[in-house]
């Protein structure tokens, strides 16, 4: 193969990229204007997920197995960074033990494309039958929120509420790799994120505590001092005289 053909051969592999990830805003598109249509199942879930995240004692836990479980871990994260305690839980653990990280209170938060994951199927029917069984009060509830293609599935019919994110085919058409639903998942993921972070007026200097290392915990602290200096100098103090927030 000469260069030329080579040249000519990445030219095109390029294109494609930029069509990939143009049917990936657009599965994003379609998910938001769902939304903006009917958005009653999502109120629910987001209900609970505020409630359980306005809580001083209880936690988000995102759980699955596979790339849902990675995505799970990715949210976790994101949602710990901008003041929402929260922690990942692979479904096949949970049920070997490390079942006793959920709490009286907590939201657990399945991710599962098709619904029909044996091990997250496991772990909510045994988390129910614990509901059940200990008859605590409604606010001292583990609830369960599952996130994935449709309610019509029997992760769906173990769920407290759901938070639809169908798409209609994944990227290659050949081979069915998650790709549209799982960059769906966590484009939600990471709204609800930035929902909750609002919602508890969660500022720069708050995310610079949070993340004191890296170029992204330098430029967060340069944020909040900055923000810092123009409140003092609007409200007419001397920006010399105050003392600047350690983290």
Known sequence: MTPAALVDDFALAATNIADSLDKVSQVIKQCANRIRSDSAELQSALQIIAQTADSQT???????????????????????????????????????????????????????????????????????????????ALENTVWLVGMGRTRQSPLGNLCDAWIESAVDQELSLSVNAPTSSSSLMLAIGDAIAILLMNRRQFGPTDFARNHPGGHLGIVSRQLAAQLSSDSVIKNGANPAETQPKAY
């Open 58 to 136: 209880q936690k988000i836990i995102f759980t699955g197995v596979g790339k849902s479980f990675l995505i799970g871990k990715k949210l976790a994260a994101t949602l710990t960074s901008v003041g929402t305690p929260a922690v990942s839980l692979h479904s096949t653990e949970a049920m070997h033990g490390d079942l006793g990280i959920i709490h009286p209170g907590d939201c657990v938060i399945a991710l599962s494309y098709s619904g029909n994951t044996e091990e997250v199927i496991r772990l909510f029917t045994v988390l129910r039958g614990m509901r059940s069984s200990e008859n605590r």
